[in-house]
């Protein structure tokens, strides 16, 4: 299974990495950090050297189902040299951001979901996105096909402790080692959004306003994963809030459409976790049933 294939070689990157090294694994050309070996270090150039054809793989393996996966070439760099050069992911061109976050995401998940034995959840959700991709007439929509498939295959036949424990492997699987996790709250919050709008996936005029104690609404618009069947999938808003999060501790509890390719999410903090990977939408969050499961 892919989702298998991922996780060892993360698995694989993650057991070379040592938290100080001298030498980091970036691309030659574009001085990118790529995902699964974006912010680790390690003791010597071989093992560096290794991390890097482990990640050549890692996305050759992505790159049989989606043929848009970035092409990096990745090198080793000798962090004694200086930082010039190393960037992250988030200095590339607007398209190779928004491929990029749909990529970590939707292979953070599989690798998840193949950890959790969750083998059906894995399987259909990989044969709903070979279904789709065959009428998929945009190739940049075959990474955001990826990620609906195992969303919506996730809200579907995992129930709602499996979720959350898949969006918190996720999360921290994308979580860069030596970051901080110690924010606010609120920062956390405003550090998301700001990250989902960088990489194209809502627009860059989101907001959060507090709505009471641990409360907030977030108003966005152009949301990438927005469909037009009843509910909201907010998969990949949860894992990049718990990216910020020391701890998933928050429910997603109404989503409202407020306009045209708008929508209001309600967030609370220091909740039973719930609308993970997605909210049924209503006019009225009163109407939420919270024991949906979604």
């Known amino acids: 299974m892919v989702g298998a294939t991922l996780r060892d070689i993360s698995r694989h990157v993650d057991c070379l990495a040592a938290p100080d090294g001298p030498y980091a694994v970036v691309c030659g050309r574009t001085g990118c950090e790529p995902y699964p070996v974006a912010g680790h270090r390690f003791d010597d150039r071989d093992t560096a050297a290794e991390a890097a054809d482990a990640t050549t793989e890692y996305r ?6 989606d043929p848009q996966v970035p092409f990096y070439e ?22 190779v951001r928004y491929l990029e976050f ?21 399987s259909a959700a990989m044969e709903t996105y070979l279904t789709l991709a065959e009428v ?16 919506s295959e996730l809200a579907l036949r995992a129930d709602r402790s499996e979720r959350v424990g898949i969006v918190d492997r996720a999360a921290r699987a994308l979580r860069e080692p030596n970051t901080s996790t110690a ?84 967030l609370e903090l220091d909740e039973t976790p719930r609308g993970l990977v997605s909210v049924d939408a209503t006019d009225d969050e009163r109407l939420y049933d919270t024991d949906a499961g979604y």
């Open 136 to 151: 998929v007439e945009d190739r940049d929509d075959f990474c955001l096909t990826m990620l609906w498939s195992v969303t």
């Open 183 to 266: 924010l606010s709250p609120d920062e956390a919050l405003r550090a998301a959004i700001e990250e989902l709008a960088a990489v194209g996936f809502v627009s860059g005029d989101s907001v959060a306003v507090g709505a009471g104690p641990n409360r907030w609404r977030v108003t966005f618009g152009n949301y990438a994963l927005a469909e037009r069947t009843g509910r909201l999938p907010t998969l990949p808003a949860s894992i990049t809030l718990g990216r910020h999060l020391s701890e998933t501790e928050f429910a997603f509890t109404a989503a409202t459409p407020v306009g045209d390719d708008r929508w209001q999410l309600t």
């Open 102 to 122: 749909c990529h970590n995401v939707a292979g953070a998940t599989f690798e998840a979901l193949s950890a959790a034995s969750l083998r059906e959840v894995e």
């Open 74 to 95: 990745p090198l080793v760099h000798d962090l004694e040299d200086g930082p010039a050069g190393v960037a992250t992911t988030a200095d590339a061109d607007p398209r």
């Open 60 to 65: 050759a393996t992505l790159r049989q189902y």
